[in-house]
């Protein structure tokens, strides 16, 4: 992972430039995975201190971004609050140069006494944690965390309430910050037989030896190194220039612009391949990497339920629609059947009981001889009207299962356009109101007691107005405003726009529906162009990559609901097509904040 020990090393050296000094204001648990302290400094003013234990990206940083935080504040914060709450932050340490943070705080317990804690930030892949410890007889302790450890999940080490606190099991590697001869000798028998012109060799022996070293570091070092002849003296002096933290930092995007990978040093490895951007903030280099990619993992986390009822429903009605399908397929012969009961009941006088079958004239195809098959425990008069009720039979399961089919279609679709708005919430008022309107259409079961009551999970569950349309202002002034589900796009398309106002939806692609509104019944060219723009980017083709998506235009007045329709379903018989390519810089630019 780029945030190895060094990295951490110069985010300590930011941060203690920073907090030192700084008084807790308010603890935040956004998720079970997420830390927030906010701290007020001096100088500085109020800053947000993450500590992230997620497997993918655990981090410690200053950061700037929105969280989400929960109704009902987690066990674990109220503790945070409690405890921290007005405490000093005094001290930030690291452990050696491996990813361990130390963050030490003065504050007062409830008898009024000083109090030493730290919040100890371990940044190991999967087992990241942030753990709160107390002293007793300058004994560490832990006092909680957010990710428990018990006997189940590790034999060795113990991250409980009350336990005594203890370090990560330790990899023999070396500290590259360490200046003693000591330290140095051992670097250099890591390197005796390493060639200085085989950048493999270097690479390895670099991970293996040194503490808290990424991959994408350990490459990039050997190309500093390759005139050296003494690896060991090389490689410390290289390192030395980063002892007191970094004044740059470097975030590598690829083709699509889209970043990979960052550091604490220019990366020269890639050539050409990957463009660099230069931050002076360690925190603001984190906060643009993992914007994006977490708030997307945080919604899909969040929304995993209700994605898991739509997928199931979707694979249900998907296989009913295959059985109908091929039931509908079987009713293609049913005018054999009519023509069968006909020649059969036309030839009664020469035909007798106990044949398996007859061979009548057809004279529906120029008397060509039909061989009808027939029961031998029927007469020929009931077999005419056994098949006379077969085709009865048939005819009246093709018109309902004609119906049957359009029913399925369009709930299918209505499913992949709520799964559309599942993509794309932006905060827990968005599920909740797709949530709504799962239940109202029967998709999500309220849970009933015994008695026949709401439980508490629903009874205590409040009721969400939503949040507003999401808008966006044209280059040329013009107001457009999109839909955040099919509740909110119904409300918006229906009753809320002008008759003269704009409608846009993209053509075969479930997506959102986009107002622009009209100024004295004009709308410009330029507006339309661009709220297709919007159109296209709120839709599932948006996602997939596809240029020249095709948007379907027409005046509100030409909308109609049909009578017992799905939320969000409309239908129009005037309109215009355009094709537009989805611009995520165009939508970034349009959108009023």
């Not at 986390?301 to 739509?310: A, C, G, I, Q, S």
């Not at 091929?326 to 035909?351: F, G």
């Not at 692609?509 to 159109?535: L, R, T, Y």
Request: net charge neutral.
């Amino acid at each position: 992972m780029s945030f190895d020990g060094i990295f951490l090393h110069c985010m300590k050296t930011e941060l203690k430039a920073t907090l030192i000094g700084a008084k807790v204001d308010k603890v935040f648990e956004p998720t079970r995975e997420d830390l927030i302290l906010s701290i007020r400094t001096r100088e500085f003013g109020t800053k947000k201190l993450l500590c992230c234990a997620r497997a993918n990206s655990p981090r410690v940083s200053l950061t700037t971004a929105s969280y989400e935080n929960p109704a009902q504040p987690p066990m674990l914060c109220m503790l945070l609050r409690k405890r921290l709450c007005g405490a000093t932050l005094t001290d930030i340490r690291q452990e050696g140069c491996d990813r361990i943070l130390y963050i030490d705080f003065l504050a007062t317990n409830e008898m009024g006494e000083k109090e030493t804690l730290t919040l100890v930030c371990e940044i190991m892949a999967q087992y990241s944690n942030v753990i709160l410890v107390g002293y007793e007889d300058e004994i560490p302790v832990v006092i909680d965390a957010l990710k428990r450890v018990d006997y189940s999940k590790s034999s060795k080490r113990l991250v409980l309430p009350g336990v005594k606190y203890e370090l990560p099991p330790q990899q023999d590697k070396l500290n590259i910050f360490d200046d003693s001869e000591e330290n140095k000798n051992a670097l250099a028998k890591r390197f005796l037989n390493c060639s200085k012109d085989s950048f493999e060799s270097i690479s390895k022996n670099l991970m293996s030896s040194v503490m808290g070293l990424s991959p994408i570091v350990s490459r990039e070092v050997p190309y500093h190194l390759s005139n050296s002849n003494d690896l060991a003296t090389s490689v410390l002096e290289f390192f030395n220039e980063y002892k007191e933290g970094s004044s740059k930092f470097y975030l590598l995007k690829d083709e699509n612009d889209k970043p990979f990978e960052f550091s604490y040093m220019p990366i020269g490895q890639y050539g050409s391949g990957a463009a660099a951007l230069e931050y002076d903030s360690a925190s603001a280099l984190l906060d643009d990497y993992y914007s994006i990619r977490e708030a997307k993992e945080r919604m899909s986390h969040r929304t995993y339920d209700t994605r898991r009822v739509l997928v199931n429903a979707r694979e249900r009605i998907s296989r009913k629609l295959d059985i109908q399908r091929a039931e509908l397929e079987a009713c293609d012969n049913r005018e054999t059947l009519r023509i069968s009961a006909e020649l059969i009941n036309a030839n009664l006088y020469r035909l007798e009981r106990g044949a398996t079958y007859y061979d009548l004239e057809n004279y529906y195809d120029e008397n060509k001889l039909m061989r009808v098959k027939a029961d031998p425990a029927l007469s020929p008069a009931q077999n005419s009207q056994k098949y006379f009720k077969d085709y009865k039979k048939t005819y009246t399961a093709e018109k309902k299962l004609k119906e049957q089919i359009e029913s399925g279609v369009e709930e299918l679709e209505y499913i992949e356009t709520v799964l559309d708005a599942l993509s794309r919430v932006e905060s827990e008022k968005d599920i909740a109101a797709i949530r709504e309107e799962l239940r109202d259409q029967g998709y999500i079961k309220n849970k009933f007691d015994a008695k026949g009551k709401l439980s508490k999970k629903n009874a205590n569950q409040k009721v969400t107005t939503g949040l507003p349309p999401i808008e966006y202002e044209t280059t040329d002034g013009f107001r457009v405003l999109v839909g955040r589900n099919n509740l909110q796009n119904d409300k918006l398309s229906m009753k809320q726009a002008a008759k003269l106002d704009m409608w846009m939806h993209t053509k075969n692609f479930p997506g959102s529906h986009v107002i622009i509104e009209n100024k004295n019944g004009e709308i410009s060219d330029q507006a339309i162009e661009e709220a297709a723009v919007i159109a296209a980017f709120h839709s599932t083709a948006g996602e997939s990559g596809a240029k020249q998506i095709p948007v379907d235009y027409t005046l509100v007045k030409n909308l109609k609901k049909p009578t017992g329709a799905k939320p969000g379903k409309v239908i129009f018989h005037e309109n215009w097509t355009i094709f537009v390519t989805p611009d995520e810089e165009l939508i970034k630019k349009l959108k009023q904040k």
